[in-house]
């Protein structure tokens, strides 16, 4: 997995005092939790810092009143608390023990049944200690049946994740860094449906199955409802997250043009449902009671997905932009975006290492700094008497920003450079909009005019695509970069944007 790249690009950042710190001061924190993090997964420490942490903390505290002094001891202690969490996460990952012999399991399912050529493939959870398994089961008529929240008991045993690497791509530390302890395979007739106690779970993971139950049946609606093959399929993903009906041609046709991040439910999606719920808050938005409310039907939608990490990451960012950052400050935007970084990582050091964590962070990063040094390009009242074209302006500049702070990164996890993002970001961003709307009318109100709307528009967004993708030179194949090629790619967008800004401000100075 790649971090050194993420780690360097906010130290570099942490660095350049002038253009972030003073408004930011929870950056370097950030980036020294990081480093922390990093260093504990690489040189495998374990969970024995607690003294040399206490430490620390102490001297940070006898040196609150030397500026320098304090706030070098502060990230000293911050990388040193990264360490700490990550040792024992290691320590952890070492407990899971395998056994040799079968023995009968209690699980209940977590996720969407998937067919495979002779199994179906889900995520399950041991009743009796939460452990989290990869399980496969012989494709039979029964096996058809399964859904989330079946209770089952498999008569199997626990197997370590092995022969996993592909690559760069290293599956068996993606999959034990997920939460999951090993995976397990039963034959017909080694495993049955049961009614299970859910009782040694948490109230969170029993919540979760309860969303999880509701989600398979909003999602069997929209089969009812009439959606099929490649339309049932970015349904499920775009708005309830459900992604086993993608076939491989639909994942590449959205992944060369660009618009995979459509299909993975993340900040974007959040962030529509949120300014979609507020339309109905009829000019109260900002008080405390209704951002309480909007909030908490974020949280409810993240648990309808199944609290998977993506989510859970843009449902905080989301929650905490929305209760504490201040509107027209991009450096006090960078600020919360530095808390939601910290909560999420002391939560879960190992939320770092998911591909999806670092590209949303550096999305939102860049779309934070260099947003505010567009604006100076075309006046505001420009964009006022000229309504649409404003908007059009505005999708670009954020497009721009968003592939300047994940290019590096796609082009090391995925090899490729989409050429044509701007025109796929016009054509996604307003159909994501008028799906995940239409798919809200749809379920409460499933009018086959409705359905019907919705269907055309998810059609018509897998049509445009495939033309897209079909274009000469759509995307750049076969790209390797390696993670010091990357780490210099950060270093330099940094360096230029430190050189805009200083620009930008003495323009401002002499205007």
Known sequence: ????????????????????????????????????????????????????????????????????????????SSALLGM??????????????????????????????????????????????????????????????????????????????????????????????????????????????????????????????????????????????????????????????????????LRDAYSVTGASHVLALSGLHLGIIYFLLSLFTLGHRRRLWVQAVLIASVWAFAFLVGLPVSVVRSATMLSIFALFSRRGNSHASVNVLSFAAILILLQNPYALFDVGFQLSFMAVLAILLLLPLTEAWVSAQWTQEHWLAGRLWSCLTVSMAAQVGTAPLVAFYFGRFACYFLLTNLIVLPAAYLVLLGSLAMLLLPFAPVATAVFFVVDTLNHALALIARLPMASI???APTTLQVMLCYVVIALVYAALLRLNNQRLCGG
């Open 84 to 249: 700490l969490l990550t040792g024992m996460k290691n320590d952890e990952a070492k407990g899971y023990t395998f056994d040799k012999t079968a023995r009968l399991l209690e699980a209940v399912i977590i996720s969407e049944p998937a067919e495979k050529a002779k199994t179906f493939a889900f995520d399950v959870l041991l009743t009796t200690n939460g452990r989290k398994l990869k399980c496969f089961v012989e494709r039979d008529s029964l096996s058809r049946r399964l859904s989330p929240g079946t209770g089952l008991v498999i008569y199997t045993r626990i197997e370590p994740f092995t022969d996993f690497g592909n690559g760069r791509f290293d599956y068996e530390d993606y999959l034990l860094k997920h939460g999951f302890s090993g995976r397990c395979y039963a034959a017909h007739g080694h495993w049955q449906p049961s009614r299970v106690s859910l009782r040694g779970l948490s109230p969170v993971d029993r919540s979760r199955i309860s969303f999880l139950r509701w989600r398979h049946r909003l999602l069997a609606r929209y089969r009812l409802l009439g959606a099929s093959s490649d339309r049932y399929a970015v349904l499920a993903a775009m708005t309830l997250g459900d992604k086993s009906a993608l076939t491989l041609e």
């Open 477 to 479: 194949e076969g790209l």
């Open 1 to 76: 997995m790649l971090i050194a790249p993420f780690c360097i690009f906010l130290c570099t950042f942490a660095a350049m005092k002038k253009c972030i710190v003073p408004s930011a001061p929870l950056f370097p924190i950030a980036a020294s939790l990081i480093a922390g993090i990093v260093m504990g997964e690489r040189l495998g420490v374990s969970a024995s810092l607690w003294p040399l942490f206490v430490g620390s903390v102490v001297l940070a505290l006898f040196c609150h009143r030397r500026a320098l002094a304090g706030s070098i001891s502060l990230m000293v």
